[in-house]
């Protein structure tokens, strides 16, 4: 199991968890702190830190064969601390995702493989993963949960064509889906985003 980090309320004590996960090259800690930014206060925290700081070794986009097994061992990651949290009497309902880029993809792919009623799901500049966008990859009904993905119009990872086509698939799965997309080229989180998302989803 990989290395996990906590923060925010002791689980035993928290009615929300959000699973936070890195972008490549970062760490457990760096997506931490993002809670100084976001209304997590409620929540306990808890985030996965990728064996050598990466999720899988090429572009979320690349053949998917060469991105194993390095993306089937994130996913098990991921589901390991949804299964845990599950059998520590948490509701899917309760359990949210944050991610930054790879972390992004990440989350994105993990909900919509196991679409159910989350808290949120929230992807600051992410898509769904594979080479081909294959909506056949993904089951369940999201039942109305907010899912989240901003970016920009030219991000150099992740193309706007690829948030555009996952935003429509997670719209079909059930999801109350927003992207908003800025006019820069930057590869990071905005505070206008930080914004909508406290003011949509974090609200309470």
Sequence with gaps: MSNLKYAG????????????????????ESILSLADHLNLAEFALIAPQAPGNTWYPYSFMAPDESNQPSFSLSMNIVDGIVKDLQKSGFS??????????QGACLSLEYASQHAQKYGAVIA????????????????GDFQNTPVFIGSSHQDMHVPLSRIEESAIQIKKMGAKMKTLIFQDTQHTIRQEEVDWVNEHILFD
């Excluded at 309320?9 to 457990?28: C, D, F, N, S, Y």
């Design 9 to 28: 309320k002791p689980l035993e004590q928290a009615k929300k968890v959000a699973i936070m996960i890195h972008g490549r090259g970062a760490t457990a």
């Design 92 to 101: 899917s309902e309760q359990i949210y995702f944050i991610g930054f880029s």
């Design 124 to 139: 600051f500049t992410g898509g769904l993963i594979g080479e081909k966008f294959n909506p056949s990859k993904y089951k």
